[in-house]
Antibody
Framework: EVQLVESGGGLVQPGGSLRLSCAAS????????MTWVRQAPGKGLEWVST????????YYRDSVQGRFTISRDNSKNTLYLQLNSLRVEDTAVYFC?????????????????WGQGAQVTVSS | DIQMTQSPSSLSASEGDRVNITCRAS??????LAWYQQNPGKPPRLLIY???SLQSGVPSRFSGSGYGTDFSLTISSLQPEDVATYYC?????????FGPGTKVDLK
């Protein structure tokens, strides 16, 4: 069974930093691209970032480019998202999601398994 | 970037009713369209990908159709457990974009 468990969320002041982790199990981690999607309170889903299985290709939405860093440690089956220079508008639940990569090195760009989410609140 | 719209934004239907949700892309995306279901406080669940392919484990009362710019999700007979918000998502090319969602309630 695929399991994705996020951790590292919390309350931080504007301009602060957090690191989210997502521990994966139940599948061959390095064969799948992984994605972070966020959902602001009462709002819809918003794609944040995707990293290919090898870690060699990375993509970000424009509003987080230069502030957030996605990474992965395939030896630990763990995905990360480093959030720097946080803004009030970054407040959201951040979901870790597995890309339905049908082949190594390929990104399907949609997700077939999701974690429960980590709450990030940016407030003074 | 491609923009996604959905209609209606919300609907109420009776148990057993047929429910249709529409999703439109701002430009053609082929069949690169997924549908998700999300219950309050829960993560999204993949229902449909490639516009009409049913994800494993999803009940057959869910179906998807469409190509290019216009897509639809159909629930053939609404059940109480189908009360949720439904999102479409374009995955033709990055950045992947979600629609604003359609909230489905029971009358």
């Amino acid at each position: 069974e695929v399991q994705l468990v996020e951790s590292g969320g919390g309350l931080v002041q504007p301009g602060g930093s957090l690191r989210l982790s997502c521990a994966a199990s139940g599948f061959t981690f390095d064969t799948h691209a992984m994605t972070w999607v966020r959902q602001a309170p009462g709002k819809g889903l918003e794609w944040v970032s995707t990293i290919i299985g090898s870690g060699g290709s990375i993509y970000y939405r424009d509003s987080v480019q230069g502030r957030f860093t996605i990474s992965r440690d395939n030896s630990k089956n763990t995905l990360y998202l480093q959030l720097n220079s946080l803004r009030v508008e970054d407040t959201a639940v951040y979901f870790c999601a597995r890309d339905q990569s049908l082949a190594r090195g390929v990104i399907a760009w949609f997700s077939d398994s999701w974690g429960q989410g980590a709450q990030v609140t940016v407030s003074s | 970037d491609i923009q996604m719209t959905q209609s209606p934004s919300s609907l109420s239907a009776s148990e057993g009713d047929r429910v249709n949700i529409t999703c439109r892309a701002s430009q053609g995306i082929g069949h690169y369209l997924a549908w998700y279901q999300q219950n309050p406080g829960k993560p999204p669940r993949l229902l449909i990908y490639a516009a009409s392919s049913l994800q494993s484990g999803v009940p057959s009362r869910f179906s998807g159709s469409g190509y290019g710019t216009d897509f639809s999700l159909t629930i053939s007979s609404l059940q109480p457990e189908d009360v949720a918000t439904y999102y479409c998502q374009n995955y033709n090319s990055p950045p992947p974009a979600f629609g604003p969602g359609t909230k489905v309630d029971l009358k």
